[in-house]
């Protein structure tokens, strides 16, 4: 068994039915070997679009996502991915090859220095240079990948180590890293106070809030966190990568914080005296001006990365633990009505009110989304792309669980919808999986309708279209006195068209009062099918946080745009 | 400014990887010292300056998977000795 087959070997040993990527000329060797394996490759159209399928393989299934790549421009193309989960902690193994050991510094022909370009943006990377340390260093990489804060690692393997013979005596067991710390070193921590601490606040506390982030779900706690909130009526916010973890009709829940989060949210944390955040980075779209964030509250931080405790903001008590552990020792005698009903009180007042669609007007954003989500089954996944329709897919649809709201939150990666949902639908195919875009995000990955077409990969695609940079332009009009510097998009081909080139069915919603049918049409699709929805370019988001302000100062939509 | 004992694993890159946290989470590098520690560790100390707390940066150092042990030394402690010295006797 030569490398290229010990890493396909390797990846069935763990149970890997599918993996993306794109080949050339360094990985050649694991492509020929993929011919006599069992694993399903599926070829992307570009390396981003490979890796954005593996994270929503990963994210959509909270397991390991793999793809592959080639040396040079092959590894170049991923940076963007890999930093995308690194940022969103996605659990990627990133596979590229690399130009044999022979021509390495050589400046040879699609050689690029891959270990060093991934050193921010992988949670871990390794040149493997050698054959016999190639199966410790998977089997490392698959575990880092998943445990503590999730992750991408990056495994760069030269072309003749994919073509070297490995012999069962051979093989290096690992190196022995983190276990050889001799008793003169340890590891700094500072992070470890008791959780009885936590709970004597929360008796403490007249208006506590629950922040919920992303790791909640990595953790598996997402039962943990509700089984809480019944026992103690903490009233709770979500983080963007939070979402679906509290069910959005729940009493006690206040929806997203930050940004373009709901008024509830953003005034609850402003006004609460105890912020107990779970799963959750502070990140600064969440907490927009730091120095006013939570003025009144006594902050309590609860995250598996000692690293992001305390990082933005000070604590009171920091504990680095897994939540799943934490929730559970989590309790409080108080009942905490009256807060509960002030919060309860704000969140009517600023419900939002959707379109009933009898009106003849353009499609409104955010009922689209609205009568989208009430038709679409619980176990849908929905992957978006960044912009305006990002926000509106987090403020007006609803999840069940995070793994089905596929965003990209940290980096913010245009592009990342259409990939990231043809990743969901090889994980579940048996769900429904929808891509929302906006149209200047759409044409970042369009080449993936390629990949749509090569495995009939039935994605429901909607073009939330306004013929600009939607969210660049709202801050132009906003921010920047209605100077608009390149972000007039009505240039945009004719998605209908461009989807049908592609084998996919398609039509356009260009008034309100189809929205349903428009809807129903796209869901009742048996294939791929896009629906190109035309909508008023005046349209903004809100409401909106201004920069470097604080949360409660957000801008809600002028009465005038209603 | 603060000094920080690591050690680490031999591996590629590992002196890149040390210094890359260190520039991106603010911290300016003083000085730098390296020496081999048996066949596969190596023992590097670091001065750095920075205005945020020195836990910023000892808490992303301690993420490096290659990285199997940290100590910050307290240079108050001995001011009047001289740099290395403050180092080595740690």
Known sequence: MNGAQYILHFLEQKQVHSVFGYPGGAIMPLYDAMLDSSIKHYLARHEQGAAFSAIGYARSTNSVGVCIGTSGPGATNLITSLADAMLDSVPLLVITGQVATSSMGSDAFQEVDVLGLSLSVCKHSELVTDIRELPAALEYSWELAQEGRPGPILLDVPKDVLLTELNDTDIKQSSGTQTSTTSEMQVIDGHQQPVSEINQLLEQAQKPLLYVGGGVAMAGAIQELNDFIERSHLPSVSTLKGLGCVPSAHPYYLGMLGMHGLPGANIAVQECDLLLVVGARLDDRATGKLDEFAPHAKVVHVDIDAAELGKRRATHIAIQADVKQILPLLTTHQDYDEWNAHLRQIKAEKAVQYSDFSASARPDAPSVLHCLSEKLPKNAVVACDVGQHQMWVAQHMQFTTPCNHLTSGGLGTMGFGLPAAIGAKVARPQHTVVSVSGDGSFMMNVQELGTLKRYGIPVKIIIMDNQRLGMVKQWQELFHEERYSETNLSCNPEFCALAQVFGLTARELTNNNQTEEALNWLLEQEGAALLHVRLDEQQNVWPIVPPNTANHKMWEQPSCNA | ?90
């Open chain 2, 1 to 90: 400014m603060q000094c920080l004992k690591l050690e680490v694993n031999n591996k590629p890159a590992i002196l890149e990887r040390v210094l890359q946290v260190v520039r991106y989470r603010g911290f300016e590098l003083i000085s730098l010292q390296v020496s081999p520690q048996g066949m596969d560790m190596l023992t590097v100390f670091i001065t750095v300056d920075g205005v945020q707390p020195i836990s910023k940066l000892t808490n992303q150092l301690n993420k490096l998977y290659d990285l199997a042990g940290i100590i910050h030394l307290n240079l108050a402690q001995s001011e009047n000795a001289p740099h290395e010295n403050a180092m080595r006797t740690a």
